[in-house]
């Protein structure tokens, strides 16, 4: 997949796709339309995966949570970038660097990734990445 044609999907995303609760539900649908039109691919992690499923569950979404989880895993959704060393001791850099914003963990594990695939954009809704120096997918 070239960096080019792909977007990293972000927590917010996933969860605002399966959740119509979710305030940005509606704008997340016309974007992941808008990426499929035009042949744009979804890049994750298994950390993104965790957080999304974990906080569709809390929010009682669980069979919304179980059907994110098996579609991101069987790779239906994208591709999923596994976890390394490398990239946890990369994200762990962030995270250091970024010690004086509000900036969790998973968000330093993202821009790695990011930084590492060549990903310039996002789709999400978190600022975060944008302070890092990401554009949102719009």
Do not use: N
């Not at 044609?5 to 917010?12: E, P, Y």
């Amino acid at each position: 997949m070239s960096p080019l044609r792909a977007v990293f999907v972000d927590t917010g995303a996933w969860v605002a796709l399966r959740y119509a609760r979710d305030q940005h539900h509606g704008r997340a649908r016309t974007l992941l339309r808008q990426l499929r039109a035009d042949g744009v691919g979804l890049v994750t992690t298994e950390w993104v995966m965790v957080e999304a499923v974990t906080l569709l569950k809390a929010r009682g979404a669980v069979e919304h949570a179980l059907s994110l989880g098996d579609a991101i895993q069987a790779g239906r959704l994208g591709h999923v970038a596994e976890s390394t060393a490398e990239r946890r001791r990369r994200a762990w850099d962030l995270f250091v660097r970024y010690r004086d914003r509000r900036v969790g963990w998973v968000d330093c594990a993202s821009f790695a990734v990011m930084e590492e695939l060549g990903l310039r954009q996002y789709f999400g809704f978190d600022e975060d990445f944008t302070r890092a120096g990401f554009a949102p997918y719009r």
